[in-house]
């Protein structure tokens, strides 16, 4: 009996000295909570054997442990590209970074994260799907317009080759006012198709707000766009009364005095394209262009 007893004791003493040396389990930090609690609800659920959480449980830890390590000794740890993407962009926002260090610093992350799969080039809206009924009228419509221009075509060449300018203006006005309903047909045709299309067209992405800096350098080229463009209507309106000889003479003498502000669009409209492009633009959107 008193064996009995004593190796009771001694057991006791044992064991509790077992679980005394067993080394308490500290508790998850926050972050990887959230993820540990999603693991156990898969593992819950079905979606997952317990086989599976536990090794999904065993990477999280173990790439936490290192990063943890490495920041220990004083290695940086690799932030998500995304993350760094929106800081960065957040940066030249605030002004707290230049668009040519975000520009430089974007074009290399952004290479690495389409080498990873991490980013797409931002694609067009997809262009709205007719109906085969809208294919039939639009099909008509333009075989109406070229009965029409063939109908004028033919009726200009009955003047010959030597009427004036006056005579072929008159004979097409002629021609319209004569055919006005056809030309009517066609026209509400045209209205009926752009309806259609409009209530068809895919919901456009929300465009990303531009920085201050970049913002007014697309509303200065775009005002270099309407002054070239009011220059065009004025040349279009001063070439409708004149002759062959003055017509030639208009359109030279625009040339040469607009030539320059066209090459200047072209190469401001290429730059402002380049920095949205690297500052901006996203896999939703297409803000480039211009």
Do not use: C, W
Request: hydrophobic share 35%; no cysteine.
């Amino acid at each position: 009996m008193k064996i009995t007893i004593s190796t009771f004791f001694l057991s006791i003493l044992l064991s509790g000295f077992t679980f005394a040396q067993k080394p308490k389990l500290p508790p998850l930090p926050p972050e990887l909570k959230k993820t540990a609690d999603a693991i156990r609800k898969s593992a819950d659920a079905g979606e997952i054997t317990k086989e599976e959480a536990k090794k999904k449980h065993d990477e999280m830890i173990r790439e936490f442990k290192e990063k943890k390590a490495k920041a220990e000794q004083g290695v940086q740890v690799d932030k998500d590209s995304r993350l760094i993407e929106k800081e960065t962009l957040q940066a030249v926002k605030e002004g707290k970074m230049t668009q040519e260090e975000a520009q430089k610093k974007l074009g290399s992350l952004r290479k690495k994260m389409a080498d990873e799969g991490k980013r797409k080039r931002p694609q067009r809206p997809k262009k709205p799907e007719i109906s085969e009924e809208m294919k039939t009228k639009i099909d008509a419509v333009k075989e109406l317009e070229k009965a029409i221009h063939a109908e004028i075509k033919v009726q200009v060449n009955a003047l010959g080759k030597e009427a004036t300018r006056e005579e072929i203006k008159a004979t097409v006005e002629s021609f319209k006012e004569s055919n006005k309903a056809r030309f009517d047909e066609i026209k509400e045709a045209h209205a009926a198709i752009r309806e259609n299309l409009e209530a068809n067209r895919p919901e456009k992405p929300e465009r990303p707000d531009l920085a201050p800096e970049l913002k007014a350098k697309v509303d200065a080229l775009h005002a270099k766009r309407k002054e070239l463009h009011e220059a065009q209507k004025e040349l279009h309106k001063n070439l409708k009364d004149a002759s062959k000889e003055e017509r030639e003479e208009m359109i030279t003498a625009y040339k040469e005095a607009n030539q320059a502000k066209h090459q200047e669009i072209k190469s401001k409209a290429k730059e402002v394209k380049e920095e949205i492009r690297a500052l901006v633009e996203t896999e939703a959107t297409r803000t480039s262009d211009l």
